[in-house]
């Protein structure tokens, strides 16, 4: 009998899925998707290759639970971040701060273009990773336009537009670069969205003069 990892048959069964998504998210920034096999991420994560059919049929069902797993954790992230924030454009300016800096831990689909590999079956499912994200976007802008905090727009056209920016935003490692840059993303989102500009640059509003 294998050796059971963890105090149980559930846990062992969760750390043998992490493990397998640890390894599949390595081998396809070295190797990308279409490279390699079951038995190399089997190889990779330590397990047996007949214990990954426990969990997976195939190559493109164990992509789509570890984008699934991946997007469950960035969600969560996400809302902490916006948690107890209720000012629209702090909102808004929470949220692109957070993804700049999520990008870094949560890896959803290294490696070359997956479309090119996919079925289109898979795509699809694949592209419930950024509806998820989207629909965040997409809730704090609608409470920005009712507060008359943005102007009105098209929100599927905004929604796009702001997470295509901030997806192919490619940031320095390096600190002060680093926080300047994203610094001015937040700026240029909050411009994008029609924030006003006193707002948009974080500047305190102007003391009332006494009579």
Same mark, same amino acid.
């Given at each position: +009998?294998?050796?059971?990892?963890?105090?149980?048959?559930?846990?062992?069964?969760? @750390?043998?899925?992490?493990?397998?998504?640890?390894?599949?998210?390595?081998? +396809?920034?070295?190797?990308?998707?279409?490279?390699?096999?079951?038995?190399?991420?089997? @190889?990779?994560?330590?397990?047996?290759?007949?214990?990954?059919?426990?969990?997976?049929?195939?190559?493109?069902?164990?992509?789509?639970?570890?984008?699934?797993?991946?997007?469950?954790?960035?969600?969560?992230?996400?809302?902490?971040?916006?948690?107890?924030?209720?000012?629209?454009?702090?909102?808004?300016?929470?949220? =692109?701060?957070?993804? &700049?800096?999520?990008?870094?831990?949560?890896?959803?689909?290294?490696?070359?273009?997956?479309?090119?590999?996919?079925?289109?079956?898979?795509?699809? !499912?694949?592209?419930?990773? =950024?509806?998820?994200?989207?629909? +965040?976007?997409? !809730?704090?802008?609608?409470?920005?336009?009712?507060?008359?905090?943005?102007?009105?727009?098209?929100?599927?056209?905004?929604?796009?537009?702001?997470?295509? &920016?901030?997806?192919?935003?490619?940031?320095?490692?390096?600190?002060?670069?680093?926080?300047?840059?994203?610094?001015?993303?937040?700026?240029?989102?909050?411009?994008?969205?029609?924030?006003?500009?006193?707002?948009?640059?974080?500047?305190?509003?102007?003391?009332?003069?006494?009579?």
């Amino acid at each position: +009998m294998p050796k059971i990892i963890g105090g149980s048959l559930h846990e062992h069964r969760e @750390q043998t899925r992490l493990r397998l998504f640890g390894a599949l998210s390595r081998l +396809m920034a070295e190797r990308g998707f279409d490279a390699i096999t079951l038995a190399d991420i089997a @190889q990779a994560a330590g397990v047996g290759r007949t214990a990954v059919y426990n969990h997976f049929a195939d190559k493109e069902s164990m992509l789509v639970g570890f984008i699934m797993h991946e997007t469950g954790q960035y969600v969560a992230a996400l809302e902490a971040e916006l948690a107890g924030v209720d000012d629209p454009t702090e909102q808004l300016r929470a949220y =692109v701060r957070a993804q &700049c800096e999520l990008k870094r831990d949560y890896h959803l689909a290294p490696g070359p273009d997956l479309r090119s590999v996919l079925s289109r079956g898979t795509q699809q !499912r694949v592209r419930e990773h =950024v509806v998820l994200v989207e629909a +965040m976007l997409r !809730r704090v802008l609608s409470a920005g336009i009712e507060s008359g905090a943005f102007p009105e727009q098209d929100l599927g056209t905004t929604v796009s537009l702001v997470n295509a &920016c901030l997806s192919s935003r490619t940031l320095p490692d390096e600190q002060p670069a680093r926080d300047r840059a994203v610094e001015a993303t937040v700026l240029f989102v909050l411009r994008a969205v029609g924030a006003g500009e006193r707002a948009a640059v974080g500047a305190p509003e102007p003391q009332a003069v006494p009579a």
